[in-house]
């Protein structure tokens, strides 16, 4: 087997990872980098990210407001330090990305622009037209080959980790070209692999999408944190699941059910304006509008539609010229896919799986318990997302913590020593069996397809929206029987060179593991908060019990063993979320209360 | 869906490195309906009739710019161009014209990415402005300048439609001279001057011959031709003062 030898690697050139390579390179130019990513940087699933990314900029704006939807948002499951930290160092970011060329939108005078986003009490969201991801990740990309100490391996294939001594000392990864193995021998590795939507039937996010490093971590024993909370996006297109950023509604856009009426409205979102008002109709938190969606749903006042049911997204009044200078993607999505000029037709949508806010626990720097191991982006819980992320944080977290992560991992790898080189050989040779074995297995039976479309459909019946005892405990067993059929799985295509099909497998194995870390999880957790709502008797948020983060850890034919941990609490402490005019009646009330 | 029930047929080129000499087609029949895009016919064989069909993907967006495929001799992102448009006719899919095969409708981007690290694609300046004093200021019309050169998704398509790249692959190519032309049009950038000789160099865009077919195929509206011609203004005025002004002196 190939080996490379380097300091430090880097799974993943998603908005996380190539932050962390820069952070790493400028930190320590000595530092020899490898950055290994399954696609070349630029198609990772950061370039789809369209709304935009966090960043406390106006005058009427503080860290403090930004700190309180964060940690409201959550619904108090956030770690409170590592929020703190997080909307300090949120703007830099920003600001740093623009010195790289981030083509920001801006205003008349040359300054950048932000916008509305749901969840925020005032405009904080930078953004590049409707394709904020697209240039960061552009930008970030194109900005990392300054440094000749960043070595990419492009299109390779993170399949294990090592770990000895107790400590992370690199991975095993395929060339997919070849389909050869190497042996990346490194002192300190950081995760960056990105969400895990793709467990979910309908979904907003690319095919890359499937949890590669969460599994990775989780095999070997380090907890995955929170992942009951799964982000269902309320505008995504039927069928294809296709995201209709945010930032429509930011615009001013509105959400109509069948009737033409503005249903949000019922939901405590309230009163009806006209304009964009922070926190109110449209600009609720997602839970919120997903939740509302399932209720039309049921009451029948949805559309139908080819691909199933929708309500509509009217952004007709914003006239063409504003969508051609704001939304010119969401424009020409719609042209396309739809065959619809949203200057003249409601978009159908509905809601779709989008975000996984749970991960790899880290401590509130990124660190895993497992030595040498970080994490950042959405394959990590860092903590700043608690029961419901809002949007436009997580772009602004890629940037935060890939550098914490980057310099963090850095700081290890010069002070770490290596063990034995054979150990490491062995425990790469094992993996490389464990792998080929998935080639050479000649009683398969399911095609991957099935499996994997089995399991989207049972986490979607049992995870989600609203969700039941009942409900989860069949995909819990669902899962367990896939597991098992997955071990006879068969694959058509036995060769090595660019064999998808192969990694697809690989991928899948990942997946189940990860599904089943949601599903348990969201079993166990016996009360509604935030993205987990319930409909049995376990319907409202239980502070006394579950103000805790669920650590799902792995056994091996066995379902997660389950653990909880206290939340970090410092200044907020635990209240009732409001959205729409309750916002302003709660900061009245407050004023009221004041001396 | 009124449409269910029919299907089309997809040609596909096959190329295996491990047994193949040579390319040849194989014929599948796909049911699609209204909004079935050529990736997700693909993605149909690949799931039940043939697994080991290989093709790139991710976004299924128009945004990553991994699915370009030639259809029907055309260079198209698959994700965005759809089966209806070909039916009752067959289509013929084929990976990218003018680069090696990997595997089937697999490219080898080696040299694409290659030309994309020479060119310095960033912000070069000659002093740092420090973070800690704010953003650059760029009027709304100052960005429009580099704007739309900056909207290149990196997805070939404008390589597999260049008669030029195709006869020699030295020639820069459409998209990267695109992405050029955005960091020397960007007011924050003092890089051009560094970036000049390779758009100078006869691999330059003095090997575009002006047939303006990237411009057409360019799922983005980069219209990449345009930026090679505005280069050759630059590259010719580039020339000229270098007779007016001794080298190395600063303007
Ligand atoms: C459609 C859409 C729109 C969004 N819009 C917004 C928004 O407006 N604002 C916002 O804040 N957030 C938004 N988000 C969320 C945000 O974009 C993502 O959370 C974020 O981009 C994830 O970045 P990442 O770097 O963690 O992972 P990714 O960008 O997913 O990158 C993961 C990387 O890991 C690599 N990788 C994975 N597995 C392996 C493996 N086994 N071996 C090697 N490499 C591997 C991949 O190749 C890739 O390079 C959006 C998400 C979606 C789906
Ligand atoms: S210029 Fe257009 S066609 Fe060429 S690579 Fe860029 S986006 Fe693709
Ligand atoms: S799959 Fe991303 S551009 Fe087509």
Not at chain 1, 137 to 157: G, P
Not at chain 1, 466 to 493: I, P, W
Not at chain 2, 67 to 94: A, Q, W
Request: hydrophobic share 35%; charged share 25%.
């Amino acid at each position: 087997m190939q080996m490379i030898e380097a300091d430090l690697a880097i799974v993943g050139g998603g908005g996380a990872g190539l932050r962390a390579a820069i952070a790493a390179a400028e930190a320590d130019p000595g530092l020899r980098i490898v950055l290994v990513s399954k696609v070349v940087p630029m198609r990772s699933h950061t370039v789809a990210a369209e709304g935009g990314s966090a960043g406390v900029i106006t005058e009427q704006d503080t860290l403090d407001l930004h700190f309180e939807d964060t940690v409201a948002g959550g619904d108090w499951l956030a770690d409170q330090d590592a929020v703190d930290y997080f909307v300090r160092h949120c703007t830099e970011e920003m600001v740093q990305l623009e010195h790289w060329g981030c083509p920001w939108s801006r205003k008349p005078d040359g300054d950048t622009n932000v916008r509305n986003f749901g969840g925020m009490s005032t405009a904080r969201t930078w953004f590049a037209a409707d394709k904020t991801g697209f240039h960061m990740l552009h930008t970030l990309f194109q900005t990392s080959l300054k440094y000749s100490s960043i070595d990419r391996l492009d299109e390779y294939f993170a399949v294990d980790l090592l770990v000895e001594d107790g400590r992370c000392q690199g991975l095993v990864a395929i060339e997919i070209a070849t389909g050869d193995f190497v042996l990346i021998d490194a002192k300190a590795v950081v995760m960056a692999t990105g969400g895990a939507g793709r467990v979910f039937r309908q979904n907003t996010n690319a095919g890359t999408v499937t949890g590669d490093g969460i599994g990775m971590a989780y095999r070997h024993g380090v907890a995955l944190r929170d992942m009951e909370f799964v982000q269902y996006h309320p505008t995504a297109l039927p069928g294809s699941g296709i995201l209709i950023t945010e930032g429509c509604r930011g615009e001013g856009g509105y959400l109509v059910n069948k009737d033409g009426y503005r249903y949000l409205q019922d939901y405590n979102l309230g009163p009806v304006v006209s304009e964009p008002t922070p926190k109110t109709m449209e600009l609720g938190p997602r839970d919120r509008l997903s939740q509302a969606f399932w209720h039309e749903e049921r009451a029948g006042r949805t559309v139908d539609t080819p691909l199933g049911q929708a309500v509509h997204l009217e952004l007709m009044h914003l006239g063409r010229a504003k969508l051609h200078e704001r939304l010119p993607m969401i424009y020409e999505l719609a042209r396309t896919f739809l065959g619809i000029d949203p200057a003249e037709s409601p978009i159908p949508v509905r809601p779709a799986v989008h975000y996984t806010m749970g991960g790899i626990a880290t401590d509130a720097r990124t660190a895993t318990r497992l030595a040498g191991l970080y994490a950042c982006g959405e394959c990590s819980s860092v903590g700043i997302h608690g029961a419901n992320r809002l949007g436009s944080n997580s772009l602004a977290e890629l940037c935060v913590f890939g550098r914490v992560a980057g310099e963090a991992a850095a700081r290890h790898a010069r002070d770490a020593k290596t063990s034995d080189a054979a150990a490491l050989s062995r425990q790469a040779e094992a993996v490389e069996g464990r792998a080929l074995a998935l080639l050479t297995r000649e009683d398969g039976r399911d095609r991957l397809a099935t499996l994997r479309d089995a399991m989207g459909d049972t986490m979607q019946e049992g995870i989600g929206i609203f969700r039941d005892t009942a409900g989860m405990q069949a995909t819990c067993d669902k899962l367990a029987e896939l597991e098992d059929r997955y071990r006879r799985v068969h694959l058509d295509d036995r060769t090595r060179s660019f064999n998808t099909e192969w990694l697809t497998a690989i991928e899948l194995g990942f997946q189940l593991k990860v599904a089943g870390a949601i599903a348990w999880s969201a079993l166990k957790r016996e009360e509604s908060r935030g993205a987990h709502k319930r409909l049995d008797q376990f319907g409202e948020r239980d502070d006394e019990n579950f103000l805790q983060h669920t650590l799902a850890f792995h056994q091996a034919d066995a379902p997660p063993r389950l653990d909880y941990q206290p939340v970090n609490i410092t200044r907020l402490p635990p209240a009732e979320r409001r959205y729409g005019s309750a916002t302003k009646k709660a900061a009245s009330a407050a004023q009221g209360a004041l001396p | 869906m009124s449409d269910s029930g029919r299907e089309i047929e997809i040609e596909v080129l096959r190329y295996h490195p491990e047994r193949d000499s040579e390319p040849h087609f194989e014929t599948f029949r796909v049911p699609f309906a209204h909004d079935t895009s050529v990736l997700e016919g693909l993605q149909y064989i690949k799931d039940h009739l043939d697994g080991s069909l290989t093709f790139r993907w991710s976004c299924r967006m128009a945004i990553c710019g991994s699915c370009g495929k030639m259809v029907n001799g055309e260079p198209k992102l698959s994700c965005h161009t759809f089966l209806r448009d070909y039916y009752p006719g067959k289509l013929r899919v084929e990976p990218l014209w003018h680069f090696p095969i990997v595997r089937d409708l697999v490219v080898d981007q080696t040299d694409f990415m290659e030309k994309l690290e020479a060119i310095k694609p960033y912000i070069v300046r000659d002093e740092e402005k420090p973070v800690s004093e704010g953003v650059y200021r760029q009027t709304p019309a100052q960005l429009a300048r580099y704007q739309q050169f900056s909207q290149c998704i990196n997805c070939l398509l404008c390589y597999a439609a260049c008669p030029q790249y195709g006869l020699n692959s030295d020639f820069q190519g459409p998209g990267i001279l695109a992405l050029l032309h955005r960091y020397n049009s960007d007011s924050r950038d003092q890089g051009q001057a560094r970036r000049m000789p390779i758009v100078n160099a006869e691999e330059g865009v003095w090997s575009c011959t002006l047939v303006g077919y990237c411009s057409e195929v360019c799922p983005k509206n980069v219209d990449p031709a345009a930026a090679v011609n505005r280069n050759k203004v630059n590259s010719t005025m580039d020339y000229f003062l270098r007779f007016l002004r001794p080298r190395g002196a600063s303007s």
